[in-house]
């Protein structure tokens, strides 16, 4: 088969799916490309969501990533697909329709893990889509609120940096002993929650949501059975799960999200990649040589630089492109811009090389084995160019072994 001309169907209107058909008609492929998303909206910037959409009043339009008639592509918005038929090549939509192809990607990212118990008829938000932000904006701005935050990643952290700047009485409740301990140790999770003491959210560590009061609104919540706290609009930032519900009977491999090879082939559940079906973004764990397990990287540039792989696997199947990224992604806190590259979580040691409250400025390098995987700077940009270099370096290394 000609690959430059196959029929390509595009499952997931993210970042990652975007650039996939970027890519796929960089690479010179002219066949057809269907995109499906299960959101009512082209393609648009999700990282906004927890940071300056909360304090504007922009829409989509806004966020929109590109204008999509340049890439030609059949475009299908508000779709679900709800089954995968490898062996027939074909995606069931929920309406239906069965879309046939040559190539698959899937490019369907993640959704916010909600709380499982019945929740409270209103004030209780999640931040993953448009209309999550959408919701959530529209609380923060009808009057000064009591906002109860249940999570401590960068979500959980950014959304409580933006209400506290919009005036709100914020509690920022996580598991650990520190916002992002897990993700980014603990001396760089100390820095944060002191950014948070200073600018007056109160924080609450080693705090597990059990409950959740209220009727036609949220009242309040307990944590850890016996901690009420008065909260009149609570966010749930506890994580992600992979949207693979649609990919159970397909035959590939799904342990906490889609698997993927170093090549961005989806893997079948008999060990052996899929000839004819990738991934890309926030769906898919993969091997890293950086990493002691699979990988998931809920970051922008993944969705990216992962498309990118994946367009040119599709493409030329029989010469797959590795992937082996230089992880990075970035965060602003009260004005702070924080920026890291590699694998911080990956770390068994860190050296903290500056850390300094007054001048807002952090600077930590992660190791495992004495080998650097990661780098996490604060107001330090600079600084992550020669990590950046460094992990790189490694990285090439790796793959002339």
Do not use: C
């Amino acid at each position: 088969m000609n690959t430059q001309s196959m029929r390509v169907v595009i499952v997931g209107a993210s970042l990652a799916g975007l650039n996939t058909a970027r890519a796929l008609r960089a690479e010179g492929h002219t066949g057809p490309i269907t995109l499906v998303g299960e959101e009512p909206y082209s393609p648009y910037d999700r990282p906004p969501l927890s940071k300056e959409f909360l304090t504007s009043d922009a829409g989509h339009d806004s966020l929109a990533l590109a204008d999509t008639g340049a890439l030609g592509l059949t475009e299908l918005y508000g779709r679900r697909a709800v089954h995968l038929g490898p062996r027939e090549r074909t995606v069931r939509l929920e309406d239906g329709q069965v879309l046939p192809y040559d190539g698959l990607v899937i490019a369907t990212g993640a959704g916010a893990r909600s709380w499982p118990a019945p929740l409270p008829a209103a004030g209780v938000h999640t931040i993953r889509t448009l209309a999550d932000a959408t919701a959530l904006r529209r609380d923060l701005g009808t009057a000064r609120r009591r906002i109860l935050i249940v999570g401590g990643g960068f979500i959980g952290s950014e959304a409580a940096a933006t209400a506290r700047e919009l005036g709100h009485d914020v509690v920022l409740a996580y598991p650990g002993p520190a916002p992002l301990h897990r993700a980014i140790g603990e001396d760089a999770a100390s820095f944060v929650a002191e950014l948070h003491r200073t600018a007056g959210v109160s924080i609450v560590p080693f705090a597990t949501l059990t409950a959740l009061h209220g009727q036609q609104r949220v009242t309040s919540a307990t944590l850890n059975a016996t901690h009420q706290v008065s909260a009149d609009t609570v966010l749930l930032a506890l994580g992600a799960t992979p949207h693979t519900g649609w990919l159970t009977h397909s035959g590939l491999r799904l342990d906490r999200g889609l698997v993927t090879d170093a090549h961005a082939r989806a893997m079948r559940t008999d060990g052996r990649p899929h000839p004819r079906i990738v991934a890309a973004g926030d769906v898919t764990r993969f091997p890293h040589p950086h990493a002691t397990g699979l990988l998931n990287l809920g970051h922008w540039s993944n969705a990216v630089e992962q498309a990118r792989t994946a367009a040119r696997t599709l493409l030329s199947p029989h010469a797959p492109t590795a992937y082996r990224p230089v992880a990075s992604f970035w965060s602003t806190l009260y004005g702070v811009r924080f920026r890291a590259v590699g694998l911080p979580r990956e770390a068994d040691s860190a050296e903290t090389r500056e850390h300094d409250m007054e001048r807002r400025r952090l600077d930590v390098a992660y190791y495992r084995d004495g080998r650097l995987v990661g780098a996490l700077t604060a107001n330090r940009a600079a600084r992550i160019t020669q990590y950046r270099e460094q992990l790189a370096e490694d990285l090439a290394t790796v793959a002339r072994v």
